[in-house]
């Protein structure tokens, strides 16, 4: 059915209020650009924040009062949020003269509210630090949900449908509102320790000043902890040489790609349950798979002269590759001679990704497992006597049922983004990007990694970057709420 007035305005009131949340964040980067002087970014921040408020006010007032969405309504809520909200949010981007083109600065935008990290920005090293903390800031909004802010400060009856349309999977506690304010309070006690443990790193064994070591470790904690993959300096984690720095950064990536199921379950227990998860047990074996594939392919490769050097390249970029996070220690150009099993597990550890219900992009170990459990249990079937029973149940905080509806469900959405990494790498190969590279590059962005091996650069091709930032979006949020706005849209011009 074609939708009518009452459907905008359903959508453009929590539209709005989405609008509204992010004004009030981009309050903080007005406030460092002003108490630094920036007045350059601080009139482009202003800007911002008056776009965002007027946008959300007019949308907010569309509606007189509030009205319960239904699930297609909400999706298209959820959608259009994550393509709008960094189109404003490259405002100051584009008015800071370190992006080639206002397309660069939506890419990079982009790239911040997924938790990509993949950047166009040239001169990062002389980038004014409101603008850099405004970079790291959308990291922070991105992972831990826009949506999710609006439901913290906002209940409505669409909440739950806003809730899953973001890629949420079960809720941590009974309600959504409670269950956002824990993922908010789970980032804040993140953002606090972080602060803590590399302010003190970047001090002590780096020699940083209090001032740097705060604003380095807040950059890197935004990054980390929400597996973004921006840095503050063009050289990323490398720019520090120091290992002992290298496995601080390493514990919130960790941090970021675990569901905020396990860190509910971390905090208040049962703890042993862990140990029983089918998640858990299955990215901890993609990821000592991918990094024994990783190492073994480094060995044969003869880059590193010793085993410490590789032992520490390879661990750091498969963790920083499967935690979605996108970091690294070696610059693009080394990690393009990365062939062989070293490519191959690297790909391989991006494509798979981290935790359901996390900051990290890619599959998710959850449908990876879920995926291995429902092929094992036809091929059970197939040799078991005709009438055995199988268990077809899995531990995933309690026990669940491994119906055929659920392992349709989760073998779709794992060939979705099979064939999502293959659109961009199409699209790179017919440009003249080698193979390897195009793989390489497609399949960060569209899990939301941020590692590169120099095919993101100002000078690629628009349409390769209007690829990648349609792959950043649609990995991001996982298919069903694109899908639902695809619907929408049609129906406007084909509806009844």
Same mark, same amino acid.
């Given at each position: 059915?074609?939708?009518?007035?009452?459907?905008?305005?359903?959508?453009?009131?929590?539209?709005?209020?989405?609008?509204?949340?992010?004004?009030?964040?981009?309050?903080?980067?007005?406030?460092?650009?002003?108490?630094?002087?920036?007045?350059?970014?601080?009139?482009?921040?202003?800007?911002?924040?008056?776009?965002?408020?007027?946008?959300?006010?007019?949308?907010?007032?569309?509606?007189?009062?509030?009205?319960?969405?239904?699930?297609?309504?909400?999706?298209?809520?959820?959608?259009?949020?994550?393509?709008?909200?960094?189109?404003?949010?490259?405002?100051?981007?584009?008015?800071?003269?370190?992006?080639?083109?206002?397309?660069?600065?939506?890419?990079?935008?982009?790239?911040?509210?997924?938790?990509?990290?993949?950047?166009?920005?040239?001169?990062?090293?002389?980038?004014?630090?409101?603008?850099?903390?405004?970079?790291?800031?959308?990291?922070?909004?991105?992972?831990?949900?826009?949506?999710?802010?609006?439901?913290?400060?906002?209940?409505?009856?669409?909440?739950?449908?806003?809730?899953?349309?973001?890629?949420?999977?079960?809720?941590?506690?009974?309600?959504?509102?409670?269950?956002?304010?824990?993922?908010?309070?789970?980032?804040?006690?993140?953002?606090?320790?972080?602060?803590?443990?590399?302010?003190?790193?970047?001090?002590?064994?780096?020699?940083?000043?209090?001032?740097?070591?705060?604003?380095?470790?807040?950059?890197?904690?935004?990054?980390?902890?929400?597996?973004?993959?921006?840095?503050?300096?063009?050289?990323?984690? =490398?720019? #520090?040489? /120091? @290992?002992?720095?290298?496995?601080?950064? !390493?514990? +919130?990536? &960790?941090?970021? %790609?675990? *569901?905020?199921?396990?860190?509910?379950?971390?905090?208040?227990?049962?703890?042993?349950?862990?140990?029983?998860?089918?998640?858990?047990?299955?990215?901890?074996?993609?990821?000592?798979?991918?990094?024994?594939?990783?190492?073994?392919?480094?060995?044969?490769? =003869?880059? #590193?002269? /010793? @085993?410490?050097?590789?032992?520490?390249? !390879?661990? +750091?970029? &498969?963790?920083? %590759?499967? *935690?979605?996070?996108?970091?690294?220690?070696?610059?693009?150009?080394?990690?393009?001679?990365?062939?062989?099993?070293?490519?191959?597990?690297?790909?391989?550890?991006?494509?798979?990704?981290?935790?359901?219900?996390?900051?990290?992009?890619?599959?998710?170990?959850?449908?990876?497992?879920?995926?291995?459990?429902?092929?094992?249990?036809?091929?059970?079937? &197939?040799?078991?006597?005709?009438?055995?029973?199988?268990?077809?149940?899995?531990?995933?905080?309690?026990?669940?049922?491994?119906?055929?509806?659920?392992?349709?469900?989760?073998?779709?959405?794992?060939?979705?983004?099979?064939?999502?990494?293959?659109?961009?790498?199409?699209?790179?190969?017919?440009?003249?990007?080698?193979?390897?590279?195009?793989?390489?590059?497609?399949?960060?962005?569209?899990?939301?990694?941020?590692?590169?091996?120099?095919?993101?650069?100002?000078?690629?091709?628009?349409?390769?970057?209007?690829?990648?930032?349609?792959?950043?979006?649609?990995?991001?949020?996982?298919?069903?709420?694109?899908?639902?706005?695809?619907?929408?849209?049609?129906?406007?011009?084909?509806?009844?």
């Amino acid at each position: 059915m074609r939708p009518d007035a009452d459907d905008f305005r359903a959508i453009a009131f929590y539209l709005g209020r989405i609008f509204l949340v992010v004004a009030v964040a981009g309050i903080l980067p007005l406030g460092w650009a002003a108490i630094g002087r920036e007045w350059g970014p601080f009139s482009s921040f202003l800007l911002m924040i008056g776009v965002y408020g007027v946008l959300g006010a007019a949308m907010v007032r569309v509606c007189p009062e509030e009205q319960r969405l239904d699930w297609g309504h909400g999706m298209v809520v959820v959608a259009t949020t994550w393509l709008l909200v960094p189109l404003v949010g490259a405002i100051p981007f584009v008015l800071s003269g370190h992006f080639v083109s206002p397309l660069d600065a939506y890419f990079d935008a982009m790239s911040g509210i997924t938790t990509t990290g993949l950047t166009l920005v040239q001169d990062l090293d002389h980038l004014a630090p409101s603008l850099n903390f405004w970079r790291h800031l959308l990291h922070f909004l991105g992972g831990q949900g826009i949506i999710i802010a609006a439901l913290v400060m906002f209940a409505g009856g669409g909440a739950m449908t806003l809730y899953y349309g973001e890629a949420r999977d079960d809720l941590v506690l009974p309600s959504v509102r409670s269950t956002a304010r824990f993922i908010w309070s789970a980032a804040i006690v993140h953002l606090v320790l972080g602060l803590a443990l590399l302010g003190t790193l970047a001090w002590v064994v780096l020699g940083f000043s209090w001032q740097r070591s705060l604003f380095h470790a807040l950059m890197l904690l935004f990054a980390a902890f929400d597996t973004g993959g921006f840095s503050p300096q063009s050289t990323s984690v =490398g720019y #520090y040489h /120091s @290992a002992i720095f290298e496995l601080g950064v !390493a514990v +919130f990536m &960790v941090a970021g %790609a675990l *569901s905020f199921g396990v860190h509910f379950a971390l905090w208040r227990g049962p703890r042993r349950e862990l140990l029983e998860n089918l998640e858990m047990r299955t990215i901890i074996a993609s990821f000592l798979g991918t990094l024994a594939v990783t190492a073994v392919g480094l060995g044969a490769l =003869g880059l #590193y002269g /010793s @085993a410490v050097g590789l032992g520490r390249q !390879a661990y +750091f970029q &498969v963790l920083s %590759a499967h *935690s979605g996070t996108g970091f690294a220690t070696v610059p693009s150009a080394e990690l393009a001679r990365w062939g062989g099993l070293a490519f191959g597990g690297m790909a391989l550890a991006m494509a798979l990704g981290g935790m359901a219900s996390s900051t990290a992009g890619g599959v998710k170990a959850l449908r990876v497992g879920l995926t291995i459990r429902a092929i094992a249990d036809e091929i059970r079937g &197939v040799l078991l006597p005709h009438g055995a029973v199988i268990d077809r149940t899995y531990h995933q905080f309690q026990r669940r049922q491994l119906t055929d509806q659920l392992a349709k469900s989760v073998m779709t959405a794992s060939l979705l983004y099979v064939a999502l990494y293959l659109l961009g790498t199409g699209v790179a190969l017919a440009y003249g990007v080698p193979l390897q590279a195009a793989l390489f590059e497609s399949v960060s962005a569209a899990a939301n990694v941020g590692l590169s091996v120099g095919v993101t650069d100002a000078t690629m091709p628009a349409l390769l970057k209007v690829v990648y930032i349609a792959q950043m979006w649609m990995g991001r949020l996982e298919f069903v709420a694109v899908f639902a706005m695809v619907g929408f849209l049609w129906s406007i011009v084909r509806g009844k």
